[in-house]
């Protein structure tokens, strides 16, 4: 047991747990022993009881379980010990916890603790060993103040310790428990055992006692002690006259003498414990054992002061009143969060749920944690000066005033405990007779907790310009050694998060608890095992220091100083002991505190050791590695020493020499004395240490460590200063240095960063940068140097390489504003910096950088469509830019007269543009033809919006583009104007009725205006309004009423307001705080709040998809994982024809005039007044009701039919303004929608759905003879009426109130014929149980894929079979296929074993294959087309079913083949497209078949009787996917499906006659499922059948519900595994569950036998294997002892559970094959796209070894060539080329990492070795070609000339007889000409070059350049943009090699005017050879004589090149992209997507 259980598998642990049998501790298996342990049988007791003694306790203990990694994992509430102290002897008892986020923590008791301690992982609490009662002792501290702390007393009884381990973490920390994990008991102490159980016992109850009270049964929280946990009693013997009880918490008040906290004896009576213990008693919630629920709340009690005499008038006394009404009073673990008022504008708040506050008159509130209820008490004197008290409940929501002289009590409701109130109108009084205001109380959550997730953060250092122009001491390498990764991970700080970037992938992690800006960070130095500690500091009062475990990113200690205003420096000790950080005191001083942080990660304790203020300016200090407690210091004209002695902090300042203006210190580090006067690095001493620091004129000191004076002097110029006068030259401004055994770092004010050697002559490496480099950074072992700057730039430069990467961009000043790109992903932001970059989002980097050096930008709008963004500028310019072009499209300087552009924004549908500037105009631009007209500005309106500065986000527009809101004319307005014409057609007064109510303190009311507006997405059109009270005004969009307000939504100022597209989730901003709320505003507790921002938050953004979040601040943007996504909008969307207004782009001419001509018509040209009474609150109202229409609405009426030649829907668009997408709503509706003339005739042909007329009447469709019907709707006031409701597939809405189930009542549906086969429907008639009428909705089934891995999704291809192949007679055959490598992991159950034959079949892409794992025998069945998704075996194993779906025209069939022969028998032809599952019933007579989402169609077919083919017997639909059918093994005649969205369908085939009826009942799934699944859909993804017919269906959740068949009822659930099952199957009492998890399980079934048995019975989990993949299909044997099973990685295993092992039987490529190489070795290896090289025997087919890079694709590969001669080099070597740019070489002898080189920024596209194997070629996507060392791994050239075009391949001839004329290289001495050695490359634009080269002697020459013609159009007929530089992505590729026989000849193959293959003489320079092709190739390859082809057609062509003829071969089923000959010519592989073929070469085998 590893962590927290399902509670039904926690019935075991009910109604307790024996720890010590259940681990067997006797044996020592399961519980380990260390020291003195030994057994003892113990007389009083009359058993056997484990002594533990020892001197040092820690040393000698019994540990559950044996080892700290494993867990107990014990749920129960209660722990019981039965244990006696020794005498005279400490002990130690720990238990260790995990709480419910899977953190631990560690309750430790003892007799050793003085006192009660905490820290954030541990509480250590104080054990009394009181004496035995009547002993000497006893009776001697009676009446003494002895606490009993310390040693145990001699007189000793057994005791029963009874710890509620609930109450300690929720009282203490603050978590609720989960789960125990292990116990430590240590010396000295006897132990009997130790129990666990959810019921509190008590062992001095007897059976007749509890009846006596009223306890009945053992469920109850107090009931009498079981026999087997209880102590031995002697007759005539009371229970405490023999042994002590002690519980924790106490029954009894606290001891004044004894600690705070401690666990002691409660000495009370029996009679009182019993009396405490039924006033307790408390009957046990419904939950299952094991599951701890909340504390009951109760009613809260109100005392009026009055009838009390007057005895409580002061205000301390009705305090101690309030605390005397609880039972118990317990002092909280910590206090509310600072700066929240307790009641503030009518609200109580409270961090907590469990506390209670109580504030006296002199103004301290007193906290309180309690259990029942929650109150919060507040004085405050009324109007008439007399005291009153203000009693809140939380839970009630109730507020009561209570004062002198008021008979009867107020009370007024508060809406939550979220420091708001939720009001239906803020109009509405309290009456004040009954003074009563209720709302309704949800007792749910926002889900999931966190819904947020940080992923990625874009920025680097802080907000502030001053923060950001030093970028100092906040990016530092990780201290480790490469080990440790230090060399792959950079540490820097952006706003308050501190970020571990890992620099080859580029994943962040996040360390997040600061609430200001990061200022500073420091690392310990790591040495042996010692762990690795991070320091932050931040900026704002405090002072505060954050101390991190870096490993686990939890802060383990919190530094607070009283005194200072901010830490800008830190530096940790060598050892981590201890921390010196420099910052500012009060009064602007610097302030140096020294902190020992020895104990920081074990117990969170940090203690200031020292502290010294100092009037120097400090910009560097360092604690010296070698004596922690000296420091060096330097700043402005000083350098000083620093030393701790005494608890003083001492200095010392050094001497400057006055000779020299050696001016201002900048940076200080330590080095090795003399490392840079010595030659000779090894000649250093070790031991000896110098300070070294740098100046900002040049200079580098030496300063003696011991001595404090100055050695050495150095000055450093650059390198292009040419005066030889030291005095008159300029040295560099340095700001940074670092020393490493080798060379010295520097980093200047001139951008520079230099490498110079240990003599400091000149810098040998210089990386320049945009701006003054100001920290660097060195990894441990000198390889990299990280370097951060003044322009907001992180990089490091690889030495080796010499190659600088940047990690970070950011802005350099404020960012002003964001928007997002959805459709390319990208984000563009503008700052002060008078910058607007352009970043991807996936990748963070950044693509554009548009400067506007003049001006600021201070507003951006993206537009919706186009790669396009609009700017609004300080002096009021607009400018529209198009982003890959860089260019401006439109400018208009003066449209705002010099205001700055305050707002800009685009409608949905990009044809207007608006901007608002802060004088109050309103501008409109006509953007319909952006990219050819620009945007001419149509309109202008001054005064219009309000003045001032409100943000960009004061203007909003509607999601359908028709509306745009703004805060105008007044500031206390909000107006609605056409986005056509700003025409206004509404104006709400906020400023009406909407004032802040007064408090409970009698608060002054105020005007609140508006700050923000926002339009929320349909259905639910309201317009969102935040308030710069920080209220949020929900308004109707259409009739302005008021809906509801939110009070008090942030702290501070509300910043902005965002929505989710499906109007589930509000996301606001405000207090550098991120709140998500529920949308509803319906739950208890219905927001999260999120930090991380160090600035305001000015945008919050989704995603499209709603995937992401994306808030921008002022210093960064951050990325975050949205949790809460979900597919169902809140409520139907209905199509109103006003959706469709400027959606016609070739009538925006007509629409705007006829849209004036309405207004003009209908008087709305004046201007409305505002409105005089305040908007009346209304009922929410459904939002698809048309009562209000604007005067801007066009209906299809308005329309000149005459003038509109075609009017398209865009239904994409559509469906993305309306918010569908998801399931249901307008996405479906309007799918498939044919908009047509009344009787006209439209028809779907080769369809499934088709009809024959289709009407249109009263706007709505009407189909007859189909298969799916939409009903006829009428329209009755602006209602919708549904008619004939029979027999339609409605989807359920849970929100409408609208579900669909089986009517059992109404009449059987009528059978209908399609291709003469009965086809019953699966579905009755509606019912709508919301109760009112029903809406208009479209009745089309889901297109949504399922959210479910079980269910198949066929992957997308574009290609097609050829139409016209050439196949070569039989006998005849170049080729014939000789394997298949690789399993299509992308199948579902496409896996059958036959364990008694030996049998496999599998799929891999379009073929089956057949394997005898005995023999390895193979058989390959070729005769799908498309790829294969299921397969299925008859039970004889004589027959094999295989299903592939459809694409285009090729039609979805279901193979049969003889496994025997390997013949297709038939081919069944009826689902529409692809087959998720098949299954045979047990004697092999039906087959049932599942088709996919797209069709929900399920088919029963007869079997194959060897002579007549199956027939299809019936079909049917379902409402939901299917994604499993399993039939029942006693029953041949049923069968049951499991599907989506909880569809679990039971079957029956009735056989009448010749005919097959399908009958359907189905399963009531139990609520309890659903809240097992955390409030996930939960769907059925597998299932399977018992012997006893018991059906066990699996869920995506990884929940097996276990089913009566007999009833078709759930009896049993239990969460058998943690996510997905996929595979399920039940043998003997077994079942096996394997899925998503990549784990397969086996567990026992013994339990389940009895249905009736509602405990269930005891599930154990006997064994549990693990593969590195998700497994989708899986075959096991009838015991379960043995199996195959299929992942996802394309790989396929093999499992024996008896010897607990897995072997892999066939490995694959996941993604596309990138590369094939062969070497002469008989290896050949292959890379793909997800980062993987193998490594394959080329004679077995296996896979030798496996090279994978994650992250990353890996494009191409090659091997070295193979020589005989000793001076070449290593030849076993394989490279690969990366998508990052990278190269790596790999050791094939030693198989491990020889060399990474990165000599491009772009793809590697081609690789070769050079024909010494000493040079390695590769060419890139951008066309550059680079030769690279491999000795010294430095790029010896880069050749440019194929620029701009990618690489496709280079070759290099080893051949040594090329024509000698060739050569462009000197002649031998000898006289004799040169044999040159001869390259080639080839790239995408059809040009080849071919060059001589001598790599090592640096020659290289160009000896031909070809350039072969083609057309300006694509093979398909569509003309070619040349100036996209993409263009030749849409063509054939082309590629060149030389001739593998003629020296003289080059192939080329590629686009051009014919397809041809062509070769080239280099000797005549002329193409002397063109061999036609039949199809335009995708790759090629030569050997010999034979030239082999890949086609997109999915053919492999053999061509003889001498003779030009061809054979094609079929079988792949994508495109052929790799092909490649063995060295010997006898193999060819080919590769298509991710399947690998095997040819042999039957022709042309030469050698």
Wanted: proline share 5%.
């Amino acid at each position: 047991m590893n962590g927290p259980q399902n509670p039904n598998r926690l019935l075991w642990q009910h109604p307790f747990v024996n720890v010590f049998k259940q681990f067997k501790v006797e044996n020592w298996k399961k519980a380990s022993k260390e020291g003195d342990v030994t057994s003892v049988m113990d007389k009083h007791l009359k058993c056997t009881v484990f002594k533990i003694q020892g001197s040092i306790p820690a040393g000698n203990f019994i540990q559950l379980p044996r080892t700290s990694t494993q867990s107990l994992g014990l749920t129960g509430r209660f722990l019981y010990f039965m244990f006696k102290p020794l005498p005279a002897k400490y002990f130690v008892i720990h238990v260790h916890t995990v709480e419910t986020v899977s953190e631990e923590w560690s309750i430790s008791f003892s007799n050793l603790f003085k006192e009660f301690k905490s820290t954030s992982t541990w509480l250590q609490f104080p054990f009394a060993c009181q004496p035995a009662k009547g002993s000497v002792e006893h009776c001697a501290a009676v009446g003494a103040k002895t606490n009993f702390m310390g040693p145990a007393p001699v007189a000793q009884k057994w005791t029963t310790l009874v710890l509620d381990l609930h109450y300690i973490l929720s009282m203490y920390i603050n978590r609720k428990f989960s789960h125990l994990k292990n116990i430590r008991i240590c010396a000295n102490v006897l132990i009997k055992n130790c129990f666990t159980s959810d019921i509190s016992y008590d062992p001095r109850i007897s059976i007749i006692q509890a009846r006596k009270m009223g306890i009945t049964s053992v469920d109850e929280n107090s009931a009498p002690m079981p026999r087997e946990m209880n102590f031995f009693v002697p007759k005539n013997k009371e229970w405490d006259d023999c042994y002590d009880i002690v519980r924790f918490p106490l029954d009894s008040p606290a001891d004044p003498s004894l600690p705070f906290d401690s666990i002691r004896r409660s000495d009370l009576p029996l009679s009182s414990t019993q009396r405490k213990i039924s006033s307790r008693k408390t009957k046990r919630s419904n939950a299952a054992p094991g599951v701890i629920s909340s504390p009951e709340r109760k009613e809260t009690k109100n005392y009026d002061i009055t009838k009390d005499n007057g005895t409580y008038h002061d205000n301390l006394a009705v305090a101690t009143r309030v605390r005397r009404t609880r039972d118990k009073v317990k002092v909280a673990s910590e206090l509310p969060t600072v700066g929240l008022s307790m009641l503030e504008t009518s609200n109580a708040s409270c961090s907590d749920p469990n506390i209670t506050m109580v504030e006296s008159a002199r103004g301290d509130i007193h906290v309180f944690a309690d259990e029942p209820d929650i109150v919060v008490h507040r004085h405050y004197s009324s109007s008439t000066g007399k005291p009153s008290v203000a009693s809140t409940d939380l839970k009630m929501m109730k507020t009561t005033f209570e004062g002198k002289g008021n008979k009867s009590s107020r009370q007024q409701t508060l809406c939550d405990q979220s420091q708001r109130s939720n009001k239906t109108s803020p109009f509405e009084r309290t009456n004040q007779n009954t003074g009563v205001f209720n709302s309704t109380n949800q007792s749910s959550s926002l889900q999931p907790d966190p819904i947020l997730k940080l992923r990625r953060v874009i920025g680097f250092g802080g907000q502030s310009s001053s923060l950001i122009t030093s970028n100092r001491n906040i990016s530092l390498w990780h201290p480790g050694s490469s080990l440790h990764g230090g060399n792959d991970i950079i540490v820097y700080a952006c706003n308050s998060v501190v970020v571990a970037m890992k620099t080859a992938t580029g994943h962040q992690h996040f360390f997040i608890g600061h609430t200001e800006s990061v200022t500073a960070i420091a690392f310990n130095q790591m040495h042996g095992a010692a762990p690795c500690i991070l320091a932050s500091a931040q900026s704002g009062s405090g002072g505060i220091v954050r101390i991190w475990r870096f490993e686990s990113q939890k802060c383990a200690a919190v530094i607070r100083s009283q005194h200072a205003t901010k830490m800008n420096l830190l530096s940790f000790s060598r050892s981590g002991a201890i921390l010196v950080g420099v910052g500012r005191d009060g009064h602007g001083k610097n302030l140096i505190i020294v902190w020992d942080t020895s104990g920081a990660l074990r117990h969170g304790s940090v203690t200031v050791i020292a502290k010294a203020h100092t009037d120097v300016e400090i910009h560097r200090i360092e604690v010296c590695p070698v004596d922690d407690t000296r420091m060096v210091s330097c700043g402005r004209d000083n350098l000083r020493f620093w030393r701790v002695r005494s608890n003083q902090l001492r200095s010392c300042p050094v001497a400057v020499p006055t000779d020299r203006k050696i001016g201002e210190f900048s940076d200080v580090t330590f080095a090795r004395a003399g490392i840079i006067s010595s030659k000779n690095c090894s000649e250093l001493v070790e031991e000896e240490t110098s300070v070294f620091t740098c100046t900002k004129a040049g200079y580098i000191v030496e300063v003696d460590f011991h001595k404090v004076t100055i050695t050495s002097i150095h000055r450093l110029f650059p390198s292009n200063n040419t005066s030889t006068d030291d005095s008159t030259m300029n040295g560099l401004s340095l700001n940074t240095v670092r020393f490493t055994d080798s060379y010295v770092a520097t980093g200047s004010d001139d951008g520079f960063l230099r490498l110079w050697p240990l003599d400091l002559s000149s810098a040998f490496i210089e990386a320049e940068h945009e701006g003054s480099v100001s920290d660097i950074d060195i990894t441990p072992d000198g390889v990299k140097v990280l370097a951060s700057t003044t322009a907001g730039t992180i990089g490091y430069l690889d030495v080796a390489t010499r190659k600088y990467t940047t990690l970070m961009r950011s802005h350099t000043s404020v960012i002003r504003d964001t928007c997002i790109d959805g459709l390319r992903r990208t984000i563009s932001t503008c700052s002060d910096d008078h910058t607007i970059r352009v970043w991807d989002i996936d990748t963070l980097r950044q693509f554009y950088d548009f400067a506007t050096v003049d001006e600021t930008p201070t507003a951006l709008a993206c537009h919706p469509l186009l790669e396009i963004f609009a700017c609004g500028f300080e002096t009021g310019t607009v400018r529209v830019f198009h982003v890959s072009s860089t260019s401006v499209l439109s400018e208009h300087p003066q449209v705002h007269s010099g205001s700055k552009v305050a707002a800009i924004v685009f409608t949905a549908s990009g044809e207007r543009l608006i901007s608002a500037c802060e004088k109050g105009t309103l501008a409109l631009f006509d953007t319909s033809d952006i990219e050819k007209a620009g945007a001419p500005m149509i309109r202008i309106l001054t005064k219009t919006a309000a003045r001032g500065v409100y943000g960009p986000r004061s203007i909003a527009t509607s999601h359908d583009g028709r509306w745009v809101a703004y805060i105008g004319p007044n500031e206390f307005t909000i107006s609605i104007a056409s986005s056509a014409t700003l025409n206004q057609v509404m104006r709400i007064d906020v400023s009406t009725g909407v004032k802040l109510d007064p408090d409970v303190l009698g608060q002054r009311s105020k005007i609140d205006p508006p700050l923000r507006v926002l339009f929320s997405p349909p259905p639910v059109n309201h317009l969102l309004v935040i308030t710069r009270g920080n209220r949020l005004l929900k308004l109707d969009s259409k009739t302005g009423s008021l809906i509801s307000v939110t009070e008090n939504i942030h702290r501070g100022n509300t910043n902005v307001v965002c929505v989710s597209d499906d109007c589930c989730h509000l996301v606001t901003a405000g207090d550098k705080l991120i709140k998500v709320w529920d949308f509803k505003m319906s739950k208890e507790l219905d927001h999260q709040a999120f930090i991380g921002h160090g600035s305001p938050v000015h945008r919050i953004m989704f995603t499209p998809d709603r995937l992401s979040l994306i808030t921008a601040s002022e210093g960064a943007i951050f990325i975050w994982d949205f949790l809460g996504n979900t597919h169902t909008p809140i409520t139907p969307v209905t199509m109103d024809t006003t959706h469709v207004i400027g959606m016609g782009r070739s009538v925006k001419e007509d629409l705007l005039t006829s849209a004036r001509k309405s207004e003009y018509e209908s008087g709305s040209e004046e201007e409305p007044e505002p409105r005089e009474s305040p908007p009346a609150p209304t009922a929410p109202t459904r939002v698809n009701e048309t009562t209000w229409v604007p005067p801007d609405t066009l209906h299809t009426s308005d329309l000149d039919a005459s003038n509109v030649s075609e009017f398209t829907v865009d239904v994409d668009m559509m469906a993305g303004l309306v918010g569908g997408g998801g399931a249901g709503g307008v996405s479906r509706g309007m799918r498939g929608l044919n908009i047509t003339q009344p009787g006209e005739t439209a028809t779907r042909e080769n369809g499934t759905m088709s009809h024959e007329k289709a009407t249109r009447e009263n706007g709505t469709m009407t189909r007859e003879n189909g298969m799916i019907t939409r009903e006829k709707v009428t329209r009755e006031n602006g209602m919708m009426s549904r008619q004939n409701a029979q027999n339609t597939m409605t989807q359920q809405n849970e929100d409408a109130g609208i579900t669909s189930s089986i009517d059992k009542d109404a009449a059987p549906a009528e059978d209908e014929e399609i291709d003469g086969v009965p086809v019953k429907r699966a579905w009755g008639s509606l019912r709508s149980t919301s109760g009112a009428v029903a809406e208009e909705e479209e009745v089309l089934l889901s297109c949504d894929p399922p959210s479910v891995v079980s269910h198949f999704v066929a992957t997308t291809n574009h290609t097609q079979l050829a139409s016209r192949t050439y196949t070569a007679p039989s006998g005849e055959e170049g080729l014939k296929l000789k394997a298949v490598v690789g399993y299509n992991g992308n199948g579902r159950r496409n896996l059958c074993w036959n364990p008694y034959t030996g049998t496999l079949a599998y799929s891999c892409g379009n073929v089956v294959i057949i394997e005898i794992l005995q023999t390895s025998e193979k058989q390959y069945l070729l005769e799908h087309e498309e790829e294969i998704s299921c397969l299925a075996i008859q039970h004889d194993g004589e027959i094999l079913a295989s299903a592939s779906g459809s694409n285009g025209l090729v039609q979805s069939i279901i193979c049969l083949w003889d496994i025997n022969t390997g013949v297709c028998r038939a081919k069944l032809k009826h689902h529409e497209y692809s087959v998720v599952s098949m299954a045979y019933s047990r004697d092999d007579r039906f087959l049932v078949t599942v088709g996919d989402y797209r069709e929900n169609s399920l088919a029963v077919w007869s079997a194959f009787d060897g002579e007549s083919p199956p027939m299809l017997l019936a079909s049917t639909k379902t409402n939901h996917p299917i994604n499993q059918v399993t039939w029942d093994p006693s029953n041949p005649n049923e069968f049951v499906t499991a599907g989506s969205s909880s569809s679990l369908l039971f079957w029956m085939l009735e056989e009448v006659g010749e005919q097959v009826k399908l009958h359907l009942h189905e399963g009531e799934v139990p609520d309890a499922i659903e809240k097992d699944g955390n409030k996930k859909k939960i769907h059925f993804t597998a299932a399977c059948f018992n012997e006893d017919r018991t059906l066990y269906a699996g869920t995506n959740t990884g929940v097996v519900t276990a089913w009566d068949t007999t009833t078709n009822e759930c009896f049993l659930h239990w969460r058998a595994d943690s996510a997905e099952i996929v595979v399920m199957q039940a043998r003997a009492w077994r079942l096996l569950v394997a899925g998503v998890s990549r784990s397969a399980r086996i567990w026992s079934l013994a339990g389940s036998k009895d249905p009736t048995n509602e405990s269930g019975g005891m599930f154990v989990l006997e064994h549990e294997l693990s593969v590195h993949g998700e497994i989708v299909s899986g075959s096991f044997d009838e015991s379960l002892d043995i199996g195959i099973v299929g992942t996802t990685s394309s790989t396929m295993w093999y499992m024996d559970w008896n010897e607990r092992s897995t072997i892999k039987l066939v490995s694959g490529h996941k993604d596309k094959i990138n590369g094939i190489s062969f070497d002469d070795n008989g290896h050949f290896a292959t890379c793909s796209e997800d980062g993987v090289v193998q490594l394959w025997s080329e004679h077995t087919l296996d896979m030798a070894a496996q090279f994978q890079v994650l992250g990353q694709s890996c494009t191409s590969v090659v091997f070295s060539h193979s020589s005989a001669s000793p001076t070449i080099g290593p030849p076993n070597m394989v490279a690969a080329g990366y998508s990052d740019g990278t190269i790596r070489v790999f050791d094939i002898d030693k198989l491990i990492l020889k060399l990474k080189l990165q000599p491009h920024p772009t793809v590697v596209t081609s690789l070769q070795f050079s024909s010494d194997n000493n040079t390695l070629l590769s060419g890139a996507s951008d066309g550059t070609i680079a030769a690279t060392s491999l000795a010294t791994g430095v790029t010896l050239r880069v050749l440019r000339d194929h620029k701009g075009a990618p690489i496709n391949n280079i070759s290099v001839s080893v051949r040594e007889d090329h024509p000698a004329s060739l050569s462009m290289l000197d002649s031998s001495p000898s006289g004799e000409n040169h044999s040159p050695r001869l390259s080639l490359f080839c790239s995408a634009d059809r040009r080849v070059s071919v060059w001589d080269t001598e790599w090592q002697h640096d020659v290289c020459n160009m000896i031909d350049w070809l350039t072969f013609p083609a057309p300006c159009f694509a093979p398909d007929g569509t003309k070619l943009n040349l100036d996209d530089k993409n263009h030749h992505k849409f063509v054939p590729p082309s590629f060149c090699k030389f001739h593998p026989t003629d020296p003289d000849l080059l192939v080329y193959c590629g686009y051009g005017l014919t397809k041809s293959l062509q070769l080239y003489s280099l000797a005549k320079r002329k193409v002397v050879k063109t061999i036609p092709l039949p199809n335009w190739a995708d790759c090629f390859d030569l050997h010999g004589q034979l030239c082999v082809v890949g086609t997109s057609s999915r053919l492999v062509e053999l061509i003889d090149v001498t003779h030009g003829t061809f054979q094609d071969y079929v079988g792949h089923g994508r495109d052929v992209t790799q092909a490649a000959f063995s060295p010997s010519g006898k193999l060819l592989l080919t590769a298509s997507g991710g399947e690998l073929f095997v040819w042999d070469v039957c022709v042309g085998k030469t050698s």
